[in-house]
């Protein structure tokens, strides 16, 4: 039998693997993405911020090659701040959702990058994007991503409304994304959530041992 060598598992690209997800609601938008990065199987990073800001009420969630992602995030940052500083007024979230597909649009076979872009302005209130491999540019109420979305896709659509309030929104989120943790491998570690209205941004994090256990999963062991 060849010698297995132990550095095929990890000296792969970096991919952010990963389970990502956004939904609207009346008044906002509430994003959330779980933080494993792996290597082939290895966990390069078990507690990866997957969700970029862009501006200060647009915010980014990165699925796919996690230096293609975040070097799309780092251009349409760039590019966002010089169009505020002519606009002299924040970004719509239109707008740099146009930016992140034309740069993913254009250069589609050469990255790996599966975005959601999401967040609030004046002119459209709370509002989400998806942009799938490929560069397609999709408005739409919730949408999710990456590896995890699989197993949770069902799920959501059974259980999204379009009449959510923000605590129900974020508990949409919350569990949407432990149901791919329990299912997914390559999605893992803690949750991340970012709630964005006029009132500006919340973050919050919960740790995966805060997580309710789903079916066929055995419960955290109670710490002593």
Request: net charge neutral; hydrophobic share 40%.
């Amino acid at each position: 039998m060849a010698d297995y060598d132990v550095t095929q598992s990890y000296m792969q690209d970096i991919s952010l693997g990963t389970s990502i997800i956004a939904v609207s609601f009346k008044g906002g938008v509430v994003l959330g993405a779980d933080s494993r990065t792996s290597s082939g199987s290895y966990v390069a990073n078990r507690v990866q911020d997957k969700i970029t800001p862009l501006a200060d009420t647009v915010y980014l969630c990165r699925s796919g090659s996690a230096s293609d992602t975040q070097a799309i995030a780092s251009y349409v940052q760039y590019w966002i701040a010089e169009h505020q500083a002519e606009k002299n007024g924040p970004v719509d979230v239109s707008t740099a959702a146009n930016l992140a597909m034309q740069l993913s649009y254009n250069n589609k076979n050469m990255l790996q990058a599966g975005l959601i872009i999401a967040g609030w302005d004046k002119q459209g209130g709370g509002s989400v994007y998806a942009i799938p491999l490929g560069g397609t540019l999709l408005k739409v109420p919730y949408t999710i991503g990456g590896s995890g979305s699989a197993y949770i896709t069902g799920w959501c659509d059974k259980y999204w409304r379009d009449d959510f309030t923000e605590e129900e929104a974020r508990a949409f989120v919350v569990k949407a994304l432990t149901h791919a943790i329990a299912r997914d491998a390559s999605s893992g570690g803690c949750v991340r959530t970012v709630t964005i209205t006029q009132a500006g941004v919340k973050r919050d994090f919960i740790p995966g041992t805060k997580l309710a256990a789903t079916f066929g999963e055995l419960p955290t062991p109670a710490s002593r």
